[in-house]
């Protein structure tokens, strides 16, 4: 048995129970939807943020129908927003298969996501629980807003982990963060624990997320995302980011120090190599630069550690969430919480 079918064990029947209820909303009457619906439910993941959704709940005892369809919401959300991405960045594959842009058209990729938006809306509405409403409405501002800081920094100069982790916050730890959080709320946990458990799902998402940066350098064509494909989509990650900012890549050069170096206000002396890295770094977010280009800003990122760099924060991240689960009452259902974590790092895919 896998690492994930063990997690996966103590809540295999609500597990069931969220997949039926999850699977209702992808069967339509009308063909070119239901067309899409079906495409869509073949590249189901992991489906971490529910199985996240609904061990926080059992750690307070208690999964029903309003855990259940707050599960659902936020997977039907997080479904919806990979479709705008798609359309957003122009991807023709999700999981190895096309996305629905290239499936349908992008002007139909537009409405089948706000057609998956507005089944998460009523489900949300389901749980009777307006604080459930309000998160998920807050989520999908959250979502928006990332990918929208995401789109701004194309055209920014600044090459910063600070603006790295506002859109990652918003675009991937909000749906972990979520996820927790509301299972241990409408499961009857304290403000403590419900905070705690905001607070692993945020730090847990942080974690996914620089993996999955860590895992575009090595590359994997039969999910349709080669080595180096956030770099052709014009998005620095933390690897990079870290290497050429150790370089010391700065736009403020002044030109008229000797040739070969270059000198800041500060009196610190960098190299035109170092100028032309951080160059290359805004060609490549402009989505300028050749196939060449790229694979050299990924060697290069390499070269000066920026995947060490990358684990180290990772692993930094993973240990912060699992200092969550101190407040919460002693349970079987803790250590798949623990074991939750330990996945994110260590997944392959």
């Given at each position: 048995m896998d690492q994930l079918a063990l997690i996966r064990k103590p809540i295999e029947e609500d597990l069931t129970s969220y997949l039926s209820l999850f699977e209702k909303d992808f069967s339509h009457a009308n063909p070119l939807l239901n067309l899409a619906l079906q495409h869509i439910l073949k590249r189901q993941g992991?489906?971490?943020?529910?199985?996240?959704?609904?061990?926080s709940a059992k750690c307070f005892d208690r999964v029903d129908e309003k855990v259940l369809h707050a599960s659902v919401s936020l997977e039907l959300l997080h479904t919806a927003s990979l479709v705008h991405d798609d359309i957003v960045d122009e991807s023709d594959q999700r999981r190895g298969q096309k996305s629905v842009n290239v499936l349908l058209t992008p002007q139909a990729a537009v409405l089948i996501g706000d057609y998956l938006l507005s089944k998460a809306l009523q489900h949300s509405a389901m749980t009777d629980n307006v604080e459930v409403v309000k998160q998920i409405s807050f989520i999908g501002e959250q979502?928006?807003?990332?990918?929208?800081?995401?789109?701004?920094?194309?055209?920014?100069?600044e090459i910063s982990e600070e603006v790295y982790y506002n859109i990652i916050k918003r675009k991937t730890a909000s749906l972990f963060s979520t996820s927790a959080q509301l299972g241990a709320m409408l499961a009857g946990a304290s403000e403590e624990q419900i905070n705690a458990m905001r607070l692993f799902g945020e730090y847990l998402g942080i974690a996914f997320q620089i993996r999955d940066d860590i895992l575009d350098y090595v590359g994997d064509t039969s999910l349709g995302k080669p080595r180096g494909n956030d770099m052709k989509e014009g998005k620095l990650t933390l690897p990079a980011i870290y290497a050429v900012n150790k370089s010391r890549c700065l736009s403020n050069f002044d030109d008229s120090d000797t040739a070969g170096s270059s000198k800041l206000s500060d009196d610190s002396t960098y190299s035109s190599a170092d100028n032309c890295i951080y160059q290359l770094a805004l060609k490549v977010r402009r989505t300028e630069a050749t196939?060449?280009?790229?694979?050299?800003?990924?060697?290069?990122?390499?070269?000066?550690?920026?995947?060490?760099?990358?684990?180290?924060?990772?692993?930094?991240?993973?240990?912060?969430?699992?200092?969550?689960?101190?407040?919460?009452?002693?349970?079987?259902?803790?250590?798949?919480?623990?074991?939750?974590?330990?996945?994110?790092?260590?997944?392959?895919?």
């Open positions: 992991k489906r971490l943020r529910p199985i996240l959704s609904l061990l979502l928006s807003d990332g990918e929208l800081l995401q789109l701004y920094a194309l055209d920014s100069e196939d060449e280009e790229i694979a050299k800003l990924v060697s290069f990122t390499v070269e000066q550690g920026g995947l060490d760099y990358a684990r180290e924060m990772m692993e930094k991240y993973v240990e912060m969430a699992k200092a969550q689960l101190n407040v919460l009452p002693q349970s079987d259902f803790i250590d798949s919480l623990v074991a939750f974590a330990n996945l994110v790092i260590k997944r392959k895919v």
